[in-house]
């Protein structure tokens, strides 16, 4: 898996994101939450990832587009290590629950943790 987050690889669907939020499962790594669910998608693709950053915390669009950028940068370079022996499809929702603003340093570490919680909840099951 290339550390590249094409077009393809993005969550964009309405009707995939509702039903991953009332279906779909969650693991959390503060201040990250990570929801996803086992779905299929059309072609080759093993994983879509939405980020989402809430209003109520960061007013300004500015801020709120920050931290999506390092959530995004952040997933881009971590995916390739984490995802490569996955089997089955899966759509994902990264959400940035915490209340200050973080430093790239953090929410790469963070996102590792993350990724690790994800491996261990479904490879329990």
Do not use: C
Not at 107 to 118: D, G
């Amino acid at each position: 898996m290339p550390a590249t987050y094409p077009k393809k690889e993005k969550l964009k669907s309405k009707k995939r994101i509702d039903l991953l939020f009332s279906e779909g499962q969650s693991v959390s790594a503060f201040p990250l939450r990570l929801v996803y669910m086992p779905t299929t998608f059309e072609g080759s693709v093993i994983a879509k990832t939405g980020v989402s950053v809430s209003k109520r915390n960061f007013k300004t669009a500015v801020d709120r587009n920050h931290i999506k950028r390092l959530l995004r940068e952040a997933y881009r370079l971590n995916k390739a290590d984490f995802f490569n022996n996955l089997t089955t499809q899966h759509a994902f929702m990264i959400l940035y629950i915490g209340k200050d603003k973080p430093t790239f340093a953090q929410v790469e570490t963070r996102m590792k943790n993350l990724f690790e919680k994800f491996l261990d909840k479904i490879s329990k099951k």
